[in-house]
């Protein structure tokens, strides 16, 4: 990925806990803070990684059968809980949206649910949607302030409605209606993301950047996290989460906090059915991350469902609607020098039988799988690689 989102998952949540880390402790600098982060992100990988598949082939999980759950890489937690559930009889819509609850009820995913970083207005603002592969019926939520699961609430849509998308305002009454409590989203951590962020917006306007303030008497300047300005671009953070039950009944669902620091009411593509999620209960279910904008201009979810209609595996099938979006990446200000696309969608997909796979335009990237053994990180393929990726 490149300049306005350049920035790993793995990098940006060591800057949001290492902000409470530093505040805490005012010894550790950032730079050990992000380092101590991913030794800690790389000994879990390594702990996690005894499973019976090859985890680091990205075709591996085509020849799976049964039931499993996939999800984006920060999700090894929510396909946990999900195939627990299945294991147990729950539904899959329901296993999956109590999956990525944890997710969205964890301050330190700052790309999801509590915490999760605002628009330009310092406002949390969620989006979710959820798909049941048996009903083929849908729910979502978009822009929805003050109310920590979104999912939960996206799943209240669909079953107790006639609708799929409420918005807004509407969202919101309707969620208060049905018992949600209302909270500030908005961390401490990811309040001080946005402060930071919109002080540097412009070194011409009344807010000071760091590099601009005089130190008051007992007080010093952080030059590091002055170094550290590249880790506040704008971001892409999402959870999607799909399953398949040993009967082969299919759900998935995706949420997010959506893109960092956007203007007020933008919406993703994770709460549009087909976009961000698309499940078909003959064929299997797929979900995006990433930029949004993107993946609703190429209905990218149902383009991988159909893909693995037509008989590609989980993987190809991802990688097949993944050339789609870059095929019809005009613009000019999306394009590297290369004439490649200079941001990141990945793509995640369950085949009715059991198979799954995972694929980006920029990689190889990680994503979450649990077969019965437990969340574990896996790796999908990618269209292109990343320049001076380490792993």
């Not at 149902?302 to 870059?326: F, H, N, S, W």
Request: aromatic share 6%.
């Amino acid at each position: 990925m490149t300049s306005r989102i350049d920035l790993n998952r793995r990098a940006f949540l060591a800057t949001g806990t290492g902000l409470a880390a530093f505040a805490a402790t005012g010894r550790r600098t950032w730079a050990d803070v992000i380092t101590e982060f991913a030794a800690r992100q790389e000994q879990q990988d390594q702990n996690d990684g005894s499973a019976q598949v090859d985890h680091d082939d990205p075709y591996a999980g085509s020849s799976h059968r049964g039931a499993c759950a996939v999800a984006s890489g920060n999700g090894r937690h929510a396909v946990t809980r999900a195939l627990d559930l299945i294991h147990q009889g729950a539904d899959p819509a329901d296993a999956v949206v109590a999956g990525v609850n944890l997710v969205e009820s964890d301050p330190s995913d700052m790309s999801v649910g509590y915490g999760g970083l605002p628009n330009e207005d310092g406002v949390v603002e969620l989006d979710s949607s959820v798909m049941h592969g048996p009903t083929h019926k849908a729910g979502a939520v978009a822009a929805l302030r003050n109310i920590m699961n979104p999912a939960s609430v996206a799943l209240k849509v669909l079953r107790t409605t006639d609708h799929v998308m409420l918005v807004g305002e509407g969202a919101l009454r309707f969620a208060r209606a049905h018992g949600f409590e209302e909270m500030n989203l908005l961390t401490p951590e990811a309040r001080e993301v946005w402060l930071k962020w919109k002080s540097n917006l412009n070194p011409n306007d009344d807010w000071l950047d760091e590099s601009q303030r005089d130190a008051l008497s007992g007080e010093t300047v952080d030059d590091e996290r002055i170094g550290m300005d590249h880790l506040l671009q704008f971001t892409y953070g999402t959870i999607n989460c799909c399953a398949v039950t040993d009967a082969g009944d299919v759900a998935g669902v995706t949420t997010t906090s959506g893109l960092s620091f956007k203007i007020p009411g933008r919406v993703g593509d994770s709460p549009i059915i087909g976009a961000g999620l698309f499940v078909d209960n003959e064929i299997g279910a797929a979900g995006a991350t990433g930029r949004g904008e993107a993946v609703i201009q190429n209905c990218s979810s149902y383009a991988a469902v159909q893909a693995m209609k037509d008989g590609k595996d989980p993987t190809a099938a991802c990688l097949e609607a993944l050339q789609r979006i870059v095929d019809n990446t005009k613009q000019k200000r999306l394009r590297g020098p290369d004439g490649r696309p200079s941001f990141n969608v990945s793509m995640y997909a369950v085949r009715k039988d059991g198979a799954y796979g995972s694929a980006s335009i920029w990689g190889p990237t990680r994503f979450a799988v649990n077969t019965g053994n437990g969340g574990i990180p896996a790796t999908g393929d990618c269209l292109y690689t990343r320049p001076n990726d380490g792993r």
